[in-house]
């Protein structure tokens, strides 16, 4: 038998329904791994007996006779920006260390509801601030990949989604939640060898998911492949009254219409993501990519997204504008860290509670964001930056004219060694393809397409029209199918 833990979504849930192996069985594989990977630090909470219990109920409802519910049999990791009832939730911040929410996210809620199991909770960037998961207040995530040059630093796994990155590719789990904000799926997906999908802006709810940039918090899947994604996502998505942004649509069944037949679709290559000094690498790969969407059908034409060069600053504008505002709320008085110095009063304490509590990325961005709305110059920045943000949405809505999806980097290098980005400008390039996308509030994918000269993965973006996330799964499948992506990280963990 195919060692459990190589199997992806689809693989387990059909095995479970087709009684070629207990949903005990996997959910024991799967959490033996997670006792052996400590070194890597992807997750902050081991769960083994919420992920045994979902087990055992699947088994029983099989023995039963009864028919099994979605993902039955599944064990997942969920991302630590996710409450969950009776588990800590920490957002990987100090701030809020020992708050256990009393109620679930909507989107966990829909995962249990669907048969899954939980096999703890992932490290990530602290309140999803960062590319690298260096700003975890509880150590940096290490991606499980090496260079094979030589090169045996630590490498990172991305961010902000590092620990889901990371757990899937060493076989900790077969998916994981994630959330997406300028980049925090698909560019950790890209970094270690795997598949991620932010969906369009709404389609999944925010209720219950600690909030970084209420405008541009998205959660979605992570996983092995496309298939897996698109599984996930059918039962993550859905409309959900007590978020007011969750758009009121059914949820299509994407993995029925997964189809890599692109004939008659055109993807545009947009001009302005040619940045300066692409490696070669990126650079040819993207070509490849391109070459693998018209053996699959698809015609291939130029497009111009012409405010792209503003996007970066834009983003940097906005996201720590409403950073600023959503973590107002940690202030030491209702929930998780307090520090009150002796004899101090309520301003001592919530200085002195911030201070200790949020880490120096988190504190670059609130004072970044309260500066750009303060009164003085939120017309000078913050209004700027919402008038370009408009202007990005109506450049991809102009490139619509002309094609139906966009295929473009995932990000512009492969993992960078943890340490080597010590300036914050350098960090944020990280987002600067996947940062446009998301102030459009559009779906986006990364799939693995190949390896660099080291054998570190790198990843392509397929980006559509809002709502058309099986357009976006489709091209995914197809470059998949092409890049025949087989290669994985060897333990030394």
Request: aromatic share 8%; glycine share 10%.
């Amino acid at each position: 038998m195919t060692e459990l833990t190589n199997l992806g979504v689809a693989a387990i849930r059909d095995g479970v329904r087709d009684g070629a192996f207990s949903a005990r069985e996997v959910a024991e594989a799967f959490v033996a791994n997670v006792a052996k990977a400590k070194t890597l630090n992807a997750f902050l909470v081991e769960t083994p007996d919420h992920a045994l219990a979902a087990a055992d109920a699947a088994d029983a409802a099989r023995a039963a006779g009864e028919t099994l519910k979605p993902l039955a049999g599944v064990p997942i990791g969920m991302k630590d920006l996710f409450c969950t009832k009776g588990v800590p939730a920490t957002a990987a911040s100090l701030i809020l260390e020992g708050f256990t929410p009393p109620y679930e996210s909507t989107v966990s809620g829909k995962l249990w509801d669907a048969g899954a199991g939980m096999l703890g909770k992932l490290n990530m960037d602290q309140f999803a601030m960062g590319s690298s998961n260096e700003t975890s207040a509880f150590g940096n995530v290490i991606s499980p990949w090496r260079r094979n040059d030589g090169g045996n630093a630590a490498l990172t796994p991305g961010g902000s989604s590092g620990g889901s990155s990371a757990a899937i590719a060493a076989r900790l789990c077969p998916a994981a939640t994630g959330t997406d904000t300028g980049g925090s799926i698909r560019q950790p997906a890209a970094f270690t060898g795997i598949s991620g999908i932010k969906p369009t802006y709404g389609r999944c709810s925010r209720w219950g998911t600690i909030a970084f940039a209420s405008s541009l918090d998205q959660a979605g899947p992570m996983a092995r492949d496309v298939r897996d994604c698109a599984i996930m996502l059918e039962n993550m998505a859905g409309f959900d009254a007590r978020d007011a942004t969750s758009l009121q649509l059914d949820v299509p069944q994407w993995e029925a219409g997964l189809s890599s037949d692109l004939r008659g679709k055109r993807v545009g290559i947009p001009k302005e993501y040619r940045v300066d000094n692409m490696p070669a690498e990126i650079d040819a790969l993207w070509q490849q990519g391109i070459a693998w969407l018209k053996d699959a059908g698809a015609e291939i034409v130029e497009v111009s997204l012409p405010h792209t060069k503003y996007a970066l600053p834009a983003y940097y504008i906005i996201a720590p504008a409403e950073a600023s505002s959503n973590l107002a709320r940690y202030d030491g008085v209702r929930y998780g860290l307090r520090d009150l110095p002796e004899g101090a009063g309520l301003q001592d304490m919530y200085a002195a509670t911030r201070a200790a509590g949020f880490g120096p990325e988190v504190k670059r961005r609130i004072m970044i964001g309260t500066y750009v709305l303060s009164a003085g110059f939120y017309d000078a920045y913050f209004t700027q930056a919402s008038k370009i943000r408009t202007l990005i949405a109506r450049d991809f809505d102009n490139a619509w004219a002309s094609c139906d999806l966009l295929l473009t980097p995932t990000a512009p290098s492969a993992a960078f060694a943890l340490g080597d980005k010590t300036d914050p400008l350098a960090m944020y390039l990280n987002d600067v393809f996947t940062v446009p996308s998301s102030l459009a509030g559009l779906p986006a994918m990364s799939v693995p397409g190949g390896v660099d000269a080291a054998g570190l993965p790198l990843g392509l973006q397929i980006i559509g029209k809002a709502l058309d996330e099986q357009g976006v799964l489709n091209a995914g499948l197809a470059l998949e199918q092409r890049a025949g992506f087989t290669a994985r990280a060897e333990p030394w963990w």
